[in-house]
């Protein structure tokens, strides 16, 4: 099974161009197979990755959902599901990405959804390492969109609100018994050296910071003109702050 990272926190903190970050440098280190699953409902992974979206998972569960007779026995419906999601499955340069979109609206298809996780589960044991960007807040963690994770990585802004919410959602993913090995925090557009009472109040929330990045202009700049984290320059503050934080985890 390969190496699962979870990017989660509430919206605003960068934790989509963070994914982004991980799975460029993940990438250029060639230690082996990457996938990108953009769990965010508001998908926009694909732009930071220089990609465009052929077809969602929630788009198939949908279409599932319409052919209900079609799929309701057999061998069959098993065969359709795996095949579809593998034809869903975007190449890109170094790396791959799947797209789980919009879907469990009205009229929900229960067991279309469970067969999907059951072959997004599989799919993930095709590579040795899995970035996910999960939508913002809590969501994807109380529907377990978000399991079998070696590392989640919580984050935040340098703000008390910021931290409170990320202590949240590393409590919340405990209490669904989430099967995550380590949990992690990462403060994000960092301007200043960090302020004493704020340190204090991480301790107190018991985190462990994994690192810190830097409020990057080439960040600023790249957003701005739209175009892919793969054209960000080596010596971004960001990229090598990401860097360090794979380090961290032995990556």
Not at 9 to 32: D, E, F, P, Q
Not at 113 to 141: R, T, W
Not at 168 to 190: A, G, P, Y
Not at 193 to 222: A, V
């Amino acid at each position: 099974m390969g190496i699962n990272i979870a990017v989660a926190g509430k919206g605003g903190t960068g934790k989509t161009t963070i994914s982004a970050l991980l799975v460029r440098n993940l990438i250029k280190k060639k230690n082996g197979s990457v996938l990108a699953l953009d769990a965010d409902p508001n998908s926009n992974l694909n732009e930071l990755l220089g990609v465009k979206i052929s077809n969602t998972v929630g788009q198939l569960v949908e279409n599932f959902k319409k052919n209900g007779a079609i799929i309701s026995s057999g061998i069959y419906k098993d065969q359709m599901v795996e095949m579809n999601i593998h034809q869903s499955i975007i190449e890109g340069n170094g790396f791959d990405l799947l797209i789980m979109g919009r879907g469990e609206g009205p009229g929900c298809y229960c067991a279309a959804n469970n067969l999907f996780k059951k072959y997004i589960d599989v799919l993930q044991d095709s590579y040795d390492y899995i970035v996910m960007d999960n939508e913002a807040g809590m969501e994807h963690l109380s529907r377990k969109t978000t399991h079998n994770v070696k590392y989640l990585l919580i984050i935040s802004d340098p703000s008390l609100r910021g931290i409170l919410t990320a202590a949240r959602l590393r409590d919340l993913s405990k209490e669904l018994q989430i099967n995550v090995e380590k949990v992690f925090l990462i403060l994000n557009r960092v301007n200043d050296e960090l302020d004493d009472r704020l340190l204090k109040y991480i301790k107190e929330q018991k985190f462990e910071i994994l690192g810190t990045i830097y409020t990057d202009k080439n960040i600023i700049d790249l957003e701005l003109s739209g175009k892919p984290i793969f054209e960000l320059p080596d010596n971004s503050v960001s990229v090598s702050q990401v860097n360090n934080i794979l380090k961290s985890l032995g990556l």
